[in-house]
């Protein structure tokens, strides 16, 4: 798969401006910012609704430390992005990250993983992690896969959450720091899987509803197209 860093596919974007290898996110309620050199530290410097949030979310690791980026365009509203992996994480990852501002403050990030391998065997595995300062976690209902990090003092939560067939494992750390796993299932060469993530930055005073709707929304969504 070959991809070329063009910072001019980057001009049809209202949302994402891509430099070298830094992509701006900006829009009316939410503006941030991906290394993609380093994505676990995924999308930060971020401020909701002109309020400066300390942390990040949707930060995407692999195996091994020799992931490297290969190529990474803007296309719309997406932010694509591909990495191949050294020996020591034997299997490529493509990125998509599109972000959706709808109603009443509700920004809505997908994030959509493909995975593909030259091996005749593999399990690959993507970890992610979110972390927001000045915030609880709540897990509104404990037979479903999405968590709310809720502002102690301040108008905004974060949801995240993943498809409900790409669950994964997930825990909280010492720090209120949420990690997740996805994949680790069978993939041999030749074959494609996408997995599937979203994260939605939301007014405080509706999250638990709005948070709810948003994995509604994401769970009744047809497998996407796109390789």
């Known amino acids: 798969m070959q991809m070329t860093n063009k910072s001019q596919l980057s001009e049809d974007s209202t949302i994402w401006q891509l430099t070298a290898n830094t992509a701006d996110l900006r829009s009316p309620q939410l503006c941030g910012e991906v290394d993609l050199r380093n994505p676990f530290r995924g999308l930060h410097a971020l401020n909701y609704c002109a309020t400066p949030l300390e942390g990040s979310v949707l930060g995407l690791g692999m195996v091994g430390e020799t992931a490297s980026v290969e190529g990474a365009f803007v296309r719309g509203d997406d932010l694509v992005a591909a990495y191949r992996a050294g020996d020591d994480c034997p299997f490529s990852l493509q990125v998509y990250w599109t972000v959706s501002p709808r109603e009443n403050g509700v920004v809505v990030i997908d994030v959509l993983l493909s995975l ?5 065997e593999s399990f690959p595995k993507v970890f992610i992690k979110s972390e927001l300062s000045g915030a609880e976690v709540w897990q509104p209902d404990e037979g479903r896969d999405y ?4 502002s102690l003092d301040k108008n905004w939560s974060y949801a ?3 498809h409900p067939t790409d669950l994964g494992d997930w825990q909280i750390d010492e720090k209120g720091a949420v990690l997740r796993t996805l994949g680790g299932a069978f993939l041999e060469k030749g074959v494609i899987r996408r997995l599937r993530l979203r994260g939605a930055f939301l007014p405080r ?3 638990l509803q709005l948070a709810a709707e948003c994995l509604a ?5 047809a497998p996407p197209l796109t390789a």
């Open 147 to 150: 968590l709310v990090l809720r």
């Open 116 to 120: 593909e391998t030259p091996l005749l």
């Open 160 to 162: 995240e959450m993943a």
């Open 217 to 221: 929304e994401l769970a009744a969504e």
């Open 205 to 207: 005073d509706k999250d």
